[in-house]
């Protein structure tokens, strides 16, 4: 602080804030490759973040020793990169000439640099110099070390004589592989990657291309290619979890099969491994393979000596995998029991963990176990989310204590939670069991007011207390605001209106709001044709009720016992005694 490049010598400096892979850190995601850290001769690690700042205070004086050349290039175009972003007066030509001197570089990135000075707008210098970084790396780097392993399972890009080369190759390859048919097979594959000169070490880069892109297929093609090449590719942990992730949620039979499939290969699966393929069990509700796994991690983990070996702990992630899949499960039992072995193996127990188990007790309707953790959280120091405070609140009104829940919503906004729709909902639900039609529509008003949007299930929810309260006319009032405004009104919506107008004896309302759905091809179920049978039998019109009886079998809606009820309390109303025991006959048929 104060000083200048002359009074320091570069050797004192090091980065205050070094993360777990210091240097590259802050651009690890758009430096895809890099080294995560450089040497400077006799010098602690200097971070980029380091180097941007002795870059702003004094570029021309600025001397950089660099043991290795292609290090002192990519520190630079660090640097340059943490230049552009802060978009600083200092990024301008003389600045960026005083970097090149201080290391030669490509005379590519040196006509990159050059325009990078001429632009003005962060967002331009960020992009272009974000590029260049990335393509630097991928032509500059190379020698003896290029298969070394980066931490964190980071491949090195490698030059263009030994294969892949730029960046457009690799993205091409993946753009082309995206364009492959479902029925593409691993003949397709293994053309497309002979034409773009795929190198082994490059299939990660690919791989990751494709599952940000959610293609499963191509991916899993990709890795079938790599598993019957020649000459064959050493495919790690790493190659089948990328495959297994993009696999977990499209297709999570897929990734419990390649899972299968790395243990044949030989290839040892890791705990990110387990946890794609726990996470994929539980897509498919299998709770039992969801534990199995877990219990697998557990055993081969060896808390009494951690570090010996290359051992699989158990993280928080695979407790909260595994606690979601018994909350699914209706089990609350074995959450908990997962919930307290977490403790005894000092697993950290985090909010996702908390919000799994609050779910999982209110599934199973044990509505005070649920509120003890709630309230055990804050004395854990564990912080509630707005997914936490949703969940406890929807339990509450599920478990007859929707004053609670309302209690809660209060509570949140009073730590000054910004609350988002799916809270709203929840608290708008909880006032349609209050029967307080009145905050129902006030919460409407303030979702609207904090830029939120109100969804189908907040007017859902706000209709349906209007009706409990028989206040048919707000009812349609937001019928009507849904209809001007949105969102577009859905069978539930209409469904509660007509019953609103029904409670109200506006049975001509409801039968022009059955006919309505008719015409703007709204799906009309057993619970809407009910609301309408229901109010033509509170008015005594047992033809009318009769006649949508007919209706609904000729739109083949299920009739059930409410309609059948509702039917023989209308004919009996009208003095149709007859036929109401004819009706009785046909509901015990």
């Known amino acids: 602080k104060g000083a200048t490049t002359s009074s320091l010598k570069i050797s004192e400096l090091h980065c205050p804030r070094r993360p777990r892979r210091s240097g590259v850190q802050p651009l690890r995601d758009c430096a895809l490759g890099l080294r995560a850290e450089w040497k400077i001769s006799g010098a602690r690690p200097l971070c980029a973040v380091c180097a941007a700042l002795l870059a702003l205070s004094n570029p021309r004086e600025l001397q950089w020793s660099f043991s290795d050349p292609a290090a002192s290039h990519s520190m630079m175009l660090s640097a340059l990169s943490l230049l552009a972003y802060s978009a600083s007066p200092h990024l301008s030509r003389g600045s960026i000439l005083a970097i090149h001197r201080s290391a030669p570089l490509p005379s590519l990135a ?57 960046k457009k190759r690799t993205h091409g390859l993946a753009r082309a592989l995206q364009k492959l048919p479902p029925s593409s097979t691993a003949a397709c594959i293994e053309r497309l990657a002979d034409d773009a000169g795929l190198a082994p070490r490059n299939l990660t880069s690919v791989l990751l291309m494709l599952k940000s892109r959610r293609r499963w297929r191509q991916a899993e093609l990709l890795l079938q290619w790599a598993r019957g090449c020649r ?7 790493r ?25 044949v290969d030989g290839v040892a699966p890791d705990a990110v491994s387990y946890n794609s393929v726990m996470s994929a069990a539980s897509q498919l509700g299998e709770t039992s393979t969801v534990i199995s796994m877990l219990e697998q991690m557990i055993d081969q983990a060896s808390y009494a000596s951690p570090g010996q070996g290359d051992r699989i702990y158990p993280t928080t992630v695979s407790f909260n995998i595994a606690i979601s899949a018994c909350a699914k499960a209706n089990d609350y039992q074995r959450a908990l029991g997962l919930f307290r072995q977490m403790e005894t193996l000092g697993v950290e127990r985090n909010t996702i963990t908390y919000t799994s188990a609050i779910s999982a007790c209110a599934e199973a309707s044990e509505l005070e176990k649920a509120m003890t953790l709630f309230t055990y959280m804050e004395v854990a120091g564990v912080p509630r989310s707005l997914v936490t405070f949703s969940i406890a609140i929807a339990a509450c009104t599920r478990n007859g204590d929707a004053q609670r829940g309302l209690d809660l919503f209060d509570d949140a906004l009073a730590k000054g939670l910004a609350p988002d729709a799916v809270l709203f909902n929840t608290a708008i639900a909880a006032c349609e069991k209050t029967r307080d039609w009145e905050r129902a529509i006030s919460l409407l008003s303030e979702m609207r007011r904090l830029g939120l949007r109100p969804t189908a299930a907040s007017y859902g929810s706000a209709i349906a207390a209007c009706e409990k309260c028989c206040q048919s006319s707000q009812a349609l009032s937001l019928l009507s605001e849904m209809r001007s405004r949105g969102p577009r009104p859905n069978t539930i919506v209409y469904s509660s209106a007509i019953s609103a107008c029904g409670a109200a004896g506006q049975w001509q309302q409801a039968l022009e709001l059955l006919d309505e759905m008719a015409d703007l091809g709204i799906q009309r179920n057993t619970i809407t044709f009910n609301a309408a049978i229901q109010a033509c039998e509170r008015a005594g019109e ?37 036929l109401a025991y004819d009706l009785m006959r046909q509901m015990q048929i």
């Open 231 to 237: 000459p064959p590719i050493a495919l790690c942990a």
């Open 110 to 166: 040196h006509a990159s640099l050059l325009s990078g000075a001429r632009s003005t707008a962060r967002s331009t210098a960020l992009r272009l110099a974000t590029s260049l970084l990335a393509d630097s790396v991928e032509d500059d780097f190379g020698g003896d070390d290029a298969d070394a392993d980066v931490g964190g399972g980071w491949e090195r890009p490698v030059s263009a004589e030994s294969g892949m080369g730029a």
């Open 239 to 263: 190659h089948y979890n990328v495959v297994i992730g993009a696999c977990s949620r499209a297709a999570p039979r897929r990734a419990l099969n390649i899972f299968a499939q790395m243990q």
């Open 542 to 578: 047992w033809s009318l009720a009769m006649s949508l009886l007919n209706r609904m079998k000729a739109s083949n809606v299920a009739v059930d016992s409410i309609t059948y009820n509702s039917l023989v309390r209308a004919c009996e109303k009208g003095g149709q005694y007859e």
